[in-house]
């Protein structure tokens, strides 16, 4: 448009407020037919030429623009998963019936479904945000808890808890301050408005992560059995419906370019590629939501996430009677100079499409009419096998809606073993200088507890509610996440999440096993019984063969440690192209793990609460210190091979400590991961500020190490618990009887007339004062 | 007895209030923003939240709803009224209480177990604690710096109307250390901390003698029942 409306004769002034109907703009099927050679910015969509010659043949003609835009964004590799799909299989097929057997909904749904008992289930899912968090990190992070929490809404629970699993560059770079600024703010002002719990996660710094944070964010629902809803358009007549926040240009990534590179040169420009995130909207609809599931006035449900309305329309279509027509005129509009393309690619948050009975209609209208709710009816399912969109009056949609959700490319990309590896795996930590002497032993102590990733997080978890719903059974600092469901049986779960990339750097097979052993493990000292596993695969770019051979690897290494624990993969997410340049992140697969326990009453601390306890250790330490925080802190180094890890062993821990909390043998349990016993001991003392004597060895003699080994080495299968002496006989007794190692490494008690301290036998003395000031002090120092 | 709790929309703690009066055992009451309906309910609590987004000002939009038409009256005539956290913010923003609330003087929003000590025990809410007692009750808030101009302060001071002060830490820069008020007749009570998370074993704050085991919060719903039971 040249002319103003201004100056224009009244035919100048029509078309300006329609500018669409008569110009090149609106690209129906049909102008697609009969002008089948205009040129299509397919490859400014991300999509390769292959891909937009195979939409040709789909179709068996040109895309219009509309259907340009919804297979470029559902055929990315973030919506179509085309890179990760044939290795990401493994999770279904290396299952037993025992794994699935309490599985009410397995993978590829918006989350994955756990019957927990009593009519009860639960819900998780861990999801990145990555790249959005570090162009505009606070809200990055925020829409990215909201984006999870919604995927959690859509199965027909209630969200009830949230996590995160962070990733940022070295703690003193420039940088890194503004990510985390903006990462926990965004965190903390999204999740907290919500109402939602924060029960814990892990933070971790490494230069790695530099232009690549990682903002991973898990959320855990619950609902009845007989609230379970899917994302599916049945019943041919039904309506689709559109309702939440109006649909506006925020979160347009590959639209912005579709926008400037052959439409209207009137329509809006640049679109922030970030979404904006109103946590307000999200909590009014979830509540809506809630409340139109208990009145069984939705048959099915699906968040708008990525791809928006591409997404939703062909995911719901695809998964139900496979047709739908949808007047794109209907959608609510925030801006009304959208054009069609951008309100099918739209990412604009808080927003559902429910699929609603005609005769329910009148009172789904009533539910969000009384939370305020703007709703739109935009079409229905129908039984065409096709879905057709019409805006303006004309189709500019006609697809099999399969080929957009769910035939996409699928690419099984060269792998290659690095180059580098062998070089790397053949430099262990083991020859570094150990310490010997007790004033040396005691700094490195100290310096462990004080460095970036042992080091205190509250700094963080304080800005976010844990308190809020009254169900929090235990939260960070302890090693795992609980929540009561049931407030009569005391019925709850678990949950946490790790990944250690220093270890999947060094052989990414064993790496994810050692996280998943890790994440177990966090459930088991708590006390539950870990039953699911959500992960969120963190890689470089596919498109170099090194980092695909390390995300097979990962994914192998998951698949069958999930097998030979016994718990299936319900659900999660993978982010390539994490990487700077071409230099990629450590691979880091984030695993969750999701316990189940019959009544948090029972739940055990990660700190000593008690004097006279005896410190127990469980489990064999080898030299193992390759990867170890204590190498990467104390040497710079970071070689070798990771610590062994024995599934079993994991599994006869878990039933151990399960036995010991059932019989309430068990004051507190704190696994052994990053930074070995010593960090272990530190944190077990300032949980509570409760000291220590320790007395190693005996343990030295019978694993055969030295003293700095027994403190820093990070073998796996090991926990610390502390037992209430009168219980002393029974503890071991069930050790003994379960064959598991255990060894007696101290007690609870101070010395006599002192201040609290952490007293290793000989060696060192160390008040706890002094170990909290270390250990709590490094984030204020960076970030307060 | 019935207490009263309103939902707004982006109330959060709405259903652990109403726990919290179960747990005194009274008689919990949902009532909707939107209605101009007590439902004849003998006290009303205000609970914590975003309501409405915090848009404008935290608990502005709120403290002009239907339901606080009821609310303000009712508080007029003497019925208990029990603001916590952003119900505080709704308090001063309809003027039932003094002065406001401001952005924690930090920046960022503070959760944390925070002693307390109670000031006055001649209100309705706290008539069941000793004067000068000191209790544990989680704090949780972005906007709890309390604020007031000296003439207000001395006055609040001077008539006994603080009612909760932070002790040992200021999570937000509060006036005075001041964690709650009062109106003078002493029905009407505002405060940052929430006593209804200091309920239930296992799901309180920290104390000396255990992890999660304070309860400190339940005696203010019990205060508002005995003194109603009292009359």
């Given at each position: 448009?040249t ?23 609106v ?7 009969t ?5 299509q910015?397919?490859a400014?969509?991300?999509?390769k ?7 040709r ?13 919804m297979y ?16 990401l ?6 299952v037993?019936?025992?794994?699935t ?6 993978m590829g749904e918006n ?15 861990i ?10 990190p606070?809200q ?6 909201g ?13 009830v ?17 503004r ?5 926990v ?7 907290n ?16 992560y530099?232009a690549?944070?990682l ?5 855990v629902?619950v609902?009845?059995?007989?609230d ?8 041919v ?18 639209a ?14 640049k679109r922030?590629?970030?979404?904006v ?8 609809l ?8 208990r009145d069984?006035l939705?048959?099915?449900i ?9 997404c ?9 009677d ?19 393309e ?12 429910a699929?609603?009975?005609p ?25 065409t ?7 303006r ?10 080929t957009?959700?769910v ?14 590896i062998?070089?790397l ?7 570094l ?20 990733n042992?080091s ?18 235990l ?6 996440g ?8 005391g ?5 946490a999440?790790?990944?250690?990339g220093?270890y999947c ?8 096993q050692?996280a998943?052993a ?9 006390g539950?019984?870990p039953?699911a596993v959500s ?8 498109e170099?063969?090194?980092?695909m051979w390390?995300f ?9 440690g999930?097998?030979e ?11 390539f192209?994490?990487q ?6 450590h ?13 948090v ?5 990660s700190?000593?609460?008690d004097?006279g306890h ?21 040497h ?8 062994a890890?024995?599934l ?5 821990l878990?039933?151990l400590?399960?036995g010991?909390t059932?019989e309430a043998?068990i004051?507190?349990a704190?696994?052994?991961?990053d ?10 003392a300032?949980?509570?500020g ?5 007395f190693l060895?005996e ?13 820093f ?11 209430p002496?009168e ?14 190692p ?7 008690d101070?010395?006599?007339?002192a201040?609290?301290s952490?007293?290793?036998?000989g060696m060192?003395?160390?008040s706890?004062?002094?170990?909290r000031a270390?250990?709590?002090g ?7 | 007895?019935r ?7 982006g ?12 747990f ?8 909707w923003h939107g ?38 009256a ?14 505080f913010?709704?308090?001063t923003?309809s ?8 952005r ?13 000590r109670v000031e ?16 544990i009750?989680?704090?949780?808030n972005?906007?709890?710096?309390y ?18 002060r ?5 999570p937000?820069g ?18 940052m ?11 309180g704050?920290?104390?000396?003698d ?7 919060g ?14």
């Amino acid at each position: 448009m040249t002319t103003s409306p201004v100056e224009s004769s009244p035919a100048d002034a029509a078309q300006i407020d329609m500018p669409f109907v008569d110009g090149p703009l609106v690209d129906t099927v049909e102008r697609a037919a009969t002008n089948p050679e205009r040129e299509q910015p397919y490859a400014a969509l991300g999509l390769k030429e292959d891909e937009y010659l195979k939409i040709r043949e789909i179709l068996g003609r040109r895309p219009t623009s509309g259907e340009l835009a919804m297979y470029s964004v559902m055929w990315s590799e973030h919506c179509s998963y085309k890179s990760s799909k044939v290795w990401l299989r493994q999770f279904g097929q290396k299952v037993t019936p025992e794994m699935t057997k309490n599985l009410m909904v397995g993978m590829g749904e918006n989350a994955g479904v756990i019957d927990v008992g009593e009519g009860w289930a639960v819900t998780f899912k861990i999801e990145s945000h990555n790249h959005p968090s570090y162009i505009e990190p606070f809200q990055g992070a925020a829409t990215g808890v909201g984006g999870i929490v919604r995927d959690i809404i859509s199965m027909g629970a209630r969200p009830v808890a949230v996590m995160d699993a962070l990733r940022f560059g070295a703690i003193d770079s420039p940088d890194t301050a503004r990510v985390v600024h903006g990462v926990v703010s965004g965190i903390s002002f999204y999740a907290n408005c919500l109402g939602l719990p924060n029960i814990g996660g892990e933070t971790y710094f490494d230069s790695v992560y530099q232009a690549n944070p990682l903002v991973n964010a898990l959320a855990v629902g619950v609902l009845r059995h007989e609230d379970l809803h899917l994302a599916n358009a049945r019943g041919v007549g039904n309506k689709v419906v559109l309702f939440g926040a109006r649909t506006g240009g925020d979160g347009i990534g590959g639209a912005s370019i579709l926008a400037s590179d052959s439409f209207s040169a009137s329509g809006p420009t640049k679109r922030p590629a970030v979404q904006v995130g109103d946590p307000f909207a999200e909590k009014v609809l979830i509540e809506c939501c809630l409340e139109l599931f208990r009145d069984d006035l939705v048959e099915g449900i699906q968040d708008l996430g990525a791809a928006g309305i591409s997404c939703a329309t062909s995911e719901l279509a695809s998964n139900g009677d496979g047709g739908m027509a949808v007047d794109l005129d209907r959608v609510l509009l925030r801006d009304p100079s959208l054009t069609a393309e951008e309100i099918l690619m739209s990412e604009s948050q808080e927003r559902m499409m429910a699929i609603v009975r005609p005769e329910k209609l009148d009172a789904f209208m009533a539910v969000v009419g009384k939370w305020e709710v703007e709703t739109s009816v935009l079409g229905e399912v129908t039984d065409t096998g096709r879905l057709i969109i019409t805006w303006r009056g004309e189709t500019i949609v006609d697809v099999d809606p399969r080929t957009v959700a769910v035939d996409g490319p699928v690419y099984d990309r060269p792998i290659a073993y690095p180059t580098w590896i062998d070089e790397l795996n053949a430099d262990s930590a083991s020859g570094l200088a150990r310490p010997t002497a007790g004033e040396e032993l005691a700094a490195q102590v100290q310096a462990l507890a004080a460095s970036a990733n042992l080091s205190d997080k509250s700094w963080i978890t304080a800005q976010y509610d844990r308190y809020v719903m009254g169900n929090t059974a235990l939260s960070y600092p302890d090693d795992g996440g609980m929540v009561r469901v049931d407030e009569e049986s005391g019925l709850g779960f678990a949950v946490a999440t790790d990944a250690n990339g220093r270890y999947c750097y060094l052989d990414p097979y064993q790496g994810a096993q050692l996280a998943l052993a890790e994440a177990y493990r966090n459930v088991a000292v708590t006390g539950a019984t870990p039953v699911a596993v959500s992960d969120c695969l963190n890689f470089g770019s596919p498109e170099n063969p090194e980092v695909m051979w390390q995300f097979s690897k990962s994914v192998e290494g998951l698949a069958d440690g999930c097998l030979e624990l016994g718990i299936p993969v319900t659900g999660g997410n993978v982010s390539f192209y994490n990487q700077t340049g071409n230099v990629p992140i450590h691979p880091t697969p984030v695993v969750g793990v999701l316990g189940v326990i019959d009544d948090v009453a029972r739940r055990v601390p990660s700190g000593w609460q008690d004097e006279g306890h005896n410190i127990y250790l469980l489990g064999i330490t080898s030299l193992e210190l390759d990867g170890s925080a204590w190498a990467g802190l104390v040497h710079g180094h970071l070689g070798g091979r990771p610590p062994a890890v024995d599934l079993q062993r994991e599994k006869e821990l878990a039933g151990l400590l399960n036995g010991g909390t059932k019989e309430a043998l068990i004051g507190s349990a704190h696994d052994l991961a990053d930074g070995g016993l010593a960090q272990a001991l530190v944190e077990s003392a300032l949980r509570f500020g409760i000291g220590a004597r320790i007395f190693l060895d005996e343990l030295c003699e019978r694993d055969g190490i030295d003293l700095a080994t027994a403190l820093f080495s990070e073998s796996t299968g090991r926990v610390i618990v502390s037992v209430p002496r009168e219980d002393d006989v029974r503890f071991v007794g069930l050790c003994e009887a379960r064959r598991y190692p255990v060894q007696r490494i101290g007690v609870t008690d101070g010395l006599p007339d002192a201040a609290p301290s952490l007293n290793l036998q000989g060696m060192f003395d160390i008040s706890l004062a002094d170990l909290r000031a270390g250990w709590s002090g490094t984030l204020p120092t960076h970030f307060a | 007895m019935r207490i009263g709790v309103v939902t707004f929309p982006g109330s959060l703690d709405d259903r652990d209030a109403q726990r919290a009066v179960r747990f005194a055992d009274a008689e919990p009451v949902a009532l909707w923003h939107g209605d101009h309906d007590l439902q004849g309910v003998d006290a009303v609590v205000l609970p914590g939240g975003f309501s409405y987004g915090d848009y404008l000002r935290c608990g502005a939009i709120a403290a002009r709803s239907a339901i606080m038409t009821e609310v303000i009256a009712a508080a007029e005539q003497g019925m208990p009224i029990l603001g916590i956290c952003n119900g505080f913010q709704m308090l001063t923003e309809s003027h039932l209480l003094p002065g406001g609330l401001i952005r924690n003087e930090a920046g960022s929003f503070v959760c944390r177990d925070q002693l307390l000590r109670v000031e006055s025990t001649s209100t309705t809410w706290t008539s069941g604690f000793s004067a000068g007692e000191e209790i544990i009750i989680p704090l949780k808030n972005g906007e709890g710096g309390y604020i007031a101009d000296a003439v207000t302060i001395e006055r609040l001071e001077g008539e006994g109307r603080v009612v909760f002060r932070y002790l040992g830490y200021n999570p937000n820069g509060s006036m005075n250390d001041i964690a709650g008020i009062s109106n003078e007749r002493g029905n009407v009570v505002g405060l940052m901390p929430h006593p209804e998370h200091a309920i239930e074993p296992g799901f309180g704050p920290d104390t000396a003698d255990a992890m999660r085991s304070g309860v400190d919060g339940l005696r203010l719903f019990r205060s508002a029942l005995e003194s109603a039971l009292a009359h």
